[in-house]
C-alpha cells in the first residue's frame, strides 16, 4: 500500500466513517474478539454492575458482555457517528430493554456525569489518545470509587510490524503504561499479558502480545 493508503486506513482505524468504515469496523470486531473478551473477562461482572466501553466500534460483542449476566446495563461511548449507528442499529434489541446505551463524544470531554459507573474497558483505544493522563482522570471522574477498569492494548513490539502505525498512532510497552498509570488516580491491580494468533489482511498468521492492565479507581 502507499503512504497515502496507509494513512487512510490508520485514519479509519481511529474513527471509522463511510462505507469503508463499516468495512473497517467489521475486520477489527473480528480480529479484537480475544482481545475483547479478555478485557470483559478480567473485569469480573456482577448482577447490578453499570458498564461503560470507549471506543465499542460496531459493538458485536455485546452478547459475550451479557453471558456473564443480563441483570447489567451496558453504555458504549464513541467517538465516529458511524460506530454510533451501527451500535444502535446492531443492539436494538438490548437499547429497547433498557440494558444498552450508546453515546457519542469528542474524545476529550465524556458528556456523563460523576461517579456512575462500576466498570470501565477499552480495547486499542489507548494509541489515539491525546493526552493519556487527562484522559485517564475523566475516566476516574465518571467511575465510582475503587471501580474496575480493564485497559486492554497490543504491546509496541506488536504494533511497529504494522504498515500503517506511523499515521497517528502513539505506541507503547506495559512499562510506558505503567508510567501514565503512576501519573493518574488508578491502581493496578494486576496485569494479564496474553499472546494469541491473528490473521492479517492477506491471510497469514502471526503472534500478537497484548496486555490488559486491570485498575482501580482510588480517587
Same mark, same amino acid.
Given at each position: 500500500? &502507499? %503512504?497515502?493508503? @496507509?494513512?487512510?486506513?490508520?485514519?479509519?482505524?481511529?474513527?471509522?466513517?463511510?462505507?469503508?468504515?463499516?468495512?473497517?469496523? &467489521?475486520?477489527?470486531? +473480528?480480529? *479484537?474478539?480475544?482481545?475483547? %473478551?479478555?478485557?470483559?473477562?478480567?473485569? %469480573?461482572?456482577?448482577?447490578?454492575?453499570?458498564?461503560?466501553?470507549?471506543?465499542?466500534?460496531?459493538?458485536?460483542?455485546?452478547?459475550?458482555?451479557?453471558?456473564?449476566?443480563?441483570?447489567?446495563?451496558?453504555?458504549? @461511548?464513541?467517538?465516529?457517528? @458511524?460506530?454510533?449507528? /451501527?451500535?444502535?442499529?446492531?443492539? #436494538?434489541?438490548?437499547?429497547?430493554?433498557? #440494558?444498552?446505551?450508546?453515546?457519542?463524544?469528542?474524545?476529550?470531554?465524556?458528556?456523563?456525569?460523576?461517579?456512575?459507573?462500576? %466498570?470501565?474497558?477499552?480495547?486499542?483505544?489507548?494509541?489515539?489518545?491525546?493526552?493519556?493522563?487527562?484522559?485517564?482522570?475523566?475516566?476516574?471522574?465518571?467511575? #465510582?470509587? #475503587?471501580?474496575?477498569?480493564?485497559?486492554?492494548?497490543?504491546?509496541?513490539?506488536?504494533? &511497529?510490524?504494522?504498515?500503517?502505525?506511523?499515521?497517528?498512532?502513539?505506541?507503547? *510497552?506495559?512499562?510506558?503504561?505503567?508510567? @501514565?498509570?503512576?501519573?493518574?488516580?488508578?491502581?493496578?491491580?494486576? /496485569?494479564?499479558?496474553?499472546?494469541?494468533?491473528?490473521?492479517?489482511?492477506?491471510?497469514?498468521?502471526? +503472534?500478537?502480545?497484548?496486555?490488559?492492565?486491570?485498575? /482501580?479507581?482510588?480517587?
Amino acid at each position: 500500500m &502507499e %503512504k497515502d493508503q @496507509l494513512a487512510a486506513l490508520a485514519s479509519q482505524l481511529s474513527h471509522p466513517s463511510g462505507e469503508k468504515g463499516l468495512e473497517i469496523a &467489521e475486520m477489527m470486531n +473480528e480480529t *479484537n474478539s480475544g482481545m475483547t %473478551k479478555n478485557a470483559i473477562s478480567n473485569l %469480573k461482572l456482577t448482577s447490578g454492575d453499570a458498564i461503560l466501553e470507549l471506543g465499542h466500534g460496531n459493538a458485536g460483542h455485546l452478547n459475550f458482555l451479557f453471558s456473564f449476566s443480563e441483570r447489567i446495563h451496558y453504555t458504549g @461511548l464513541e467517538i465516529s457517528t @458511524l460506530m454510533n449507528q /451501527e451500535a444502535r442499529q446492531r443492539n #436494538k434489541n438490548l437499547i429497547e430493554a433498557q #440494558k444498552a446505551t450508546f453515546v457519542l463524544y469528542d474524545g476529550k470531554q465524556i458528556p456523563l456525569p460523576d461517579n456512575q459507573f462500576d %466498570k470501565l474497558f477499552t480495547v486499542n483505544t489507548l494509541y489515539f489518545w491525546k493526552n493519556p493522563v487527562e484522559m485517564l482522570t475523566e475516566l476516574s471522574r465518571i467511575l #465510582k470509587p #475503587k471501580a474496575l477498569f480493564s485497559l486492554t492494548f497490543a504491546h509496541r513490539s506488536f504494533m &511497529e510490524t504494522l504498515p500503517f502505525t506511523p499515521y497517528g498512532f502513539t505506541l507503547y *510497552n506495559p512499562d510506558e503504561v505503567m508510567t @501514565l498509570v503512576l501519573e493518574s488516580v488508578f491502581d493496578l491491580n494486576y /496485569e494479564d499479558s496474553q499472546i494469541e494468533t491473528v490473521m492479517t489482511k492477506d491471510g497469514q498468521a502471526v +503472534e500478537r502480545q497484548f496486555s490488559t492492565f486491570v485498575l /482501580e479507581n482510588n480517587k
